[in-house]
């Protein structure tokens, strides 16, 4: 014990990349979580919360090797009982692991799902980046068909645009499956070993492990490569070409902006055919954000662990690229990977929540439990203060949001602070009128005052504008 006095206060900070969200932000999320899940609802999806963590061979199975996720970023932990469990890193592969272990094939398919909540990947916390993270998800499981990926880009669209975000474009591709991408892949190895030494490191790995992501690297020599890389478009089979074209017709109807973009293949192994990514493309706003965000990342680097320090300037030079605020694509071969005898085709994404409320361009909207004070509740004298939580039950169940200090006992001190938060009426409760079972109700604007019988309180507080 004498050994946790002598640790600094400071060090005992909240993790490098996660924070406590409170007061207004609070509210932000809260309030985009509510939104998300209304339209989502109107869309026909329903919740679903997996828990936060999974069996670790999900991720591994899902992933692959070779990605990201897998090779640092999964935060990993061995139970007591010798089991290895991982915090989930992202939210597809839990509720795919849901599907199969509750056996929803045998529902009317497809079934679809929303859910939201923290996600956990040890990288670099920077530009919109945190360890801790918070997504809004959909996903539609059991269809092949084209019109669900677009019911799930529509959907993000429209809950974004709720959130303020007017002018967006999304890139999207078609990265095969099964039948034609192995032929693609051997093309695209045949183009990459003729740049083999001119690679990072990490991409000539990629070479043996994910070939697809060498499209995908942040360096930037690397990215001069792409440009000539054969796309995997010109490779599509038919039934994955036709898919695709149906998918940009629907986008077409929908007037949704779409730019095929031929490098897009996302980070994680278990996506077939449509892969998208939205971004944010309305003006200025946006540029201002960057140099506020990277403001608070130092402060954050300079508050915590100082070992990663000297990565983030790098970083910077090799993600020079805008951050997608959403994205997502079809996994029709997740399924098996996580055990199911048959396929189940299925198609989904993500918002990134945080990036999404540290934007300028984000628009705050309420929450439910957030409401604005009617009434300030003052109490006077001990006798007052003993029935005082009955009384502010009484006003919770007339529907009444107050704000009260129940810990100060001057007149003054509380009608200072009910001014100052400019609340419209006073419930004022004292010596006298605990023990004639009544309270004052002053109006703070004209000033007018009246008693009132507790047991009329309720029919009283109606009549209030
Ligand atoms: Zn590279
Ligand atoms: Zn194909």
Redo the contacts with the bound molecule.
């Keep these: 014990m004498p050994k946790k006095k002598a640790v600094k206060a400071e060090s005992l900070n909240s993790p490098k990349g996660m924070h406590d969200i409170l007061e207004d932000q609070y509210y932000d999320y809260q309030g985009f979580f509510e939104k998300a899940s209304d339209v989502a609802l109107y869309y026909g999806f329903k919740p679903i919360e997996t828990p936060i963590l999974e069996k670790e061979e999900v991720y591994l199975k899902s992933q692959g090797e070779g990605t990201d996720l897998i090779d640092k970023e999964m935060y990993t932990l061995k139970t007591k009982g010798g089991h290895h469990l991982a915090m989930r890193p992202e939210g597809t592969a839990g509720v795919m692991r849901a599907y199969i272990e509750h056996g929803m094939q045998s529902l009317p398919q497809p079934v679809m799902f929303y859910n939201y909540g923290p996600y956990f990947r040890h990288e670099n916390p920077q530009r919109g980046r945190l360890r801790e993270l918070r997504q809004f998800g959909l996903e539609v499981l059991g269809t092949q068909k084209s019109i669900a990926d677009a019911l799930v880009i529509k959907a993000f669209f429209v809950i974004l645009e709720e959130a303020g975000f007017k002018e967006m474009r999304i890139d999207i591709n078609s990265i095969g499956d099964a039948d034609c991408r192995p032929g693609y892949i051997k093309e695209l190895l045949v183009y990459y070993r003729k740049h083999t030494n001119a ?2 490191a ?2 000539r790995q990629r070479m043996k492990t994910n070939p697809l992501r060498l499209l995908d ?1 942040k ?1 930037a020599k ?1 990215q001069t490569f792409r440009e000539d890389a054969p796309a995997p478009m010109s490779h599509l089979c038919t039934p994955c070409r036709s898919h695709f074209k149906e998918v940009l017709e629907y986008l077409e109807a929908l007037e949704i902006p779409y730019t095929i973009n031929n490098h897009l293949v996302r980070g994680l192994d278990y996506y077939t055919k449509t892969v998208f990514e939205i971004f944010d493309t309305g003006a200025d706003p946006a540029e201002k954000k960057e140099v506020v965000d990277e403001d608070n990342e130092n402060k954050d680097e300079e508050d915590s662990e100082k070992t990663n320090k000297k990565s983030v300037p790098k970083e910077k030079v090799e993600t020079p690229e805008p951050l997608a605020i959403a994205g997502g694509g079809r996994y029709d071969a997740l399924a098996k990977i996580l055990g199911s005898k048959k396929e189940i085709p299925s198609v989904g994404g993500s918002i990134g929540v945080d990036r999404l409320i540290m934007s300028p361009k984000h628009k705050k909207l309420s929450p439910r439990i957030k409401r604005k004070p009617k009434v300030y509740f003052i109490q006077l004298g001990f006798e007052a203060k003993l029935k005082s939580l009955a009384i502010i039950d009484i006003l919770r169940k007339a529907h009444t949001p107050i704000m009260q200090s129940l810990s100060k006992d001057s007149l003054a001190a509380q009608l200072g602070h009910a001014e100052k938060l400019g609340v419209p009426y006073t419930i004022i409760f004292g010596q006298k009128e605990a023990m004639d079972g009544t309270v004052l109700l002053r109006n703070m604007k004209n000033r007018s005052q009246e008693t009132v019988k507790i047991e009329k309180l309720t029919d009283r507080l109606k009549t209030l504008k």
């Design positions: 690679l990072c990490h991409c690297c360096n690397c």
